[in-house]
């Protein structure tokens, strides 16, 4: 289980494992990263621990 943080301007996003706090740039992201201000994403249901996928 991870925690997303996102900036949807800059189009970049960074997962932190939730139990070690280990943290990992998705995709391209590192690139991005420098002009981000992200925020922690969240699910309607009041969630903030996703699994998470990238597909090409």
């Keep these: ?3 997303v943080l996102v900036d949807d301007v800059e189009g970049a996003a ?3 494992c939730a139990g070690c706090g280990g943290r ?11 002009d ?5 994403a ?4 009041g969630s903030e621990e996703f699994e998470t996928a990238v597909a090409f």
């Design 36 to 40: 981000a201000d992200p925020g922690e």
């Design 14 to 16: 960074e997962r932190v």
């Design 42 to 45: 969240g699910c309607p249901c």
């Design 24 to 34: 990992a740039f998705i995709a391209d992201s590192a690139e991005f990263w420098e």
């Design 1 to 3: 289980m991870f925690f």
